[in-house]
């Protein structure tokens, strides 16, 4: 396993295996790596020659200062895991080396930005759009892969690699989870151990409200999820809502769509957790 922090000597790297017709699989990261993240190298490993990973906490996509500062670090534990797991390339560059210029781009995504995360955190998505379109010109792999976690980040990275031409097959793979049902989080090591265990009932509400589906109406299990947790101290629902998921805009009755998705961003204490789950009607 290589550890490269330069664009110039990645792509001369990956030119070198590409004339060796080696397929090339990207997993971007921003550290602090959990199983979750370890599940997403797998797959790359799995279904490619050369597995690059890249970490890169990524400043654009802040929208808060303290959240950026206070984002979890853990290079050397990261490149321990990534050596074990049978990574081939880590991409850790500077911010310097990401931004050598202010990137100026603005992205127009449409209505499926103006949800829920896009609503909530504004800019955030042109700056994953900026940092993971920098990666992909960088890197140019066939296939690269998102946990399901980020729902809406996936959508947007779809809609993004049409509009810019990347030819790369965008996979997402599925949420993994701690034996509590928490799902795993760079942001879980943030987290009070007494925090840590309360967080387990929000996949548990999650997956309580998906039993009353289709009796209660659309708007009677939003409402239950957000005061189930509300009702608890140390919880605060930023959003919860019920979702078309091909386009992310609310449903209002379960006939409208097929597998509709509740998707969630809950503050436990101070800690800005996310998460999904797909209702079956
Ligand atoms: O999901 C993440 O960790 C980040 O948003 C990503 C895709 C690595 C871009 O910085």
Redesign the pocket.
Known sequence: MRVINSVKELKRHLSEERKKDKSIGLV???GALHEGHISLVEQCIADNEICVVSI?V?PT?FNDKNDFASYPRTPEKDYAMLEEAGCDYIFAPSEEEMYPEPDMRVFDFGSITDVMEGAYRPGHFNG?AQ??SKLFYAVEPCKAY?GEK?FQ?IAVIRVMVKQLDIPVEIIACPILRESTGLAMSSRNTRLTPEQHQKASLIAHTLKESATFVPGKKVHEVIDYVINALNNEPVFRVEYFDIVNRDTLQSIHNWTETTDPIGCIAVYCGEVRLIDNITYKN
């Open positions: 971007p990261t921003m890169f990524n996509q994953v940092v993971v998102f980020d980040q």
